[in-house]
T-cell receptor
Framework: DADVTQTPRNRITKTGKRIMLECSQTKGHDRMYWYRQDPGLGLQLIYYSFDVKDINKGEISDGYSVSRQAQAKFSLSLESAIPNQTALYFC????????????FGPGTRLTVL | KQEVTQIPAALSVPEGENLVLNCSFTDSAIYNLQWFRQDPGKGLTSLLLIQSSQREQTSGRLNASLDKSSGRSTLYIAASQPGDSATYLCAVTNAGNMLTFGGGTRLMVKP
């Protein structure tokens, strides 16, 4: 089984709808991250969490919110989706006591019409 | 603000060639540097991680080097194969465990 899982894998929605993307990990890592990737570009950090009680904004947090329900779960919400939020979304984890390596989920492809 | 640049943006080579992908970063105060592989529509697979105190890392046909003072890293792929076709992403970790990604190099290895 994959260490970092994301649901759904694909989602098509309409402008103005509320969307939640979920991430679960079995690696036992404290740190979790949400990134978005636009076509042909690298990844940009949306939000990150260093433990259950710690939530921080990344480079492009506007229009997004997150919830860290447990060490293993980190969800990303789009309160009112807009077309320019169409992208590939990745969740990642890392172990603060490790080498700093981040481990990524398979991604969620979100299309906002 | 850290900026990461990858050159070239795209590369097409015949099978068997040795090739070099380049990554440069503006702030040399990094914790580590990672090279990732991404297949179309898929997630990221970590290939190599170089700590700031290291100069290179090797895994099979892959060798990554790091020159922190000049803000550069290279990924060397020996004897390229069609299965190496993918996008290669470079990312640096600054204080606070934040990753900053380059735009990637899209590699095509032709049989």
């Amino acid at each position: 089984d994959a260490d970092v899982t994301q649901t759904p894998r694909n989602r098509i929605t309409k402008t103005g709808k509320r969307i939640m993307l979920e991430c679960s990990q079995t690696k036992g890592h404290d740190r979790m991250y949400w990134y978005r990737q636009d076509p042909g570009l690298g990844l940009q950090l949306i939000y990150y969490s260093f433990d259950v009680k710690d939530i921080n904004k990344g480079e492009i947090s506007d229009g997004y919110s997150v919830s860290r329900q447990a060490q293993a779960k980190f969800s990303l919400s789009l309160e009112s989706a807009i077309p320019n939020q169409t992208a590939l979304y990745f969740c990642a984890t890392s172990d603060p006591s490790g080498a700093g390596e981040q481990f990524f989920g398979p991604g969620t492809r979100l299309t906002v019409l | 603000k850290q900026e990461v640049t990858q050159i070239p943006a795209a590369l097409s080579v015949p099978e068997g060639e040795n090739l070099v992908l380049n990554c440069s970063f503006t702030d040399s105060a990094i914790y580590n540097l990672q090279w990732f592989r991404q297949d179309p529509g898929k997630g990221l697979t970590s290939l190599l991680l170089i700590q700031s105190s290291q100069r290179e890392q090797t895994s099979g046909r892959l060798n990554a080097s790091l020159d922190k003072s000049s803000g550069r890293s290279t990924l060397y792929i020996a004897a390229s194969q069609p299965g190496d076709s993918a996008t290669y992403l470079c990312a640096v970790t600054n204080a606070g465990n934040m990753l900053t990604f380059g735009g990637g190099t899209r590699l095509m290895v032709k049989p």
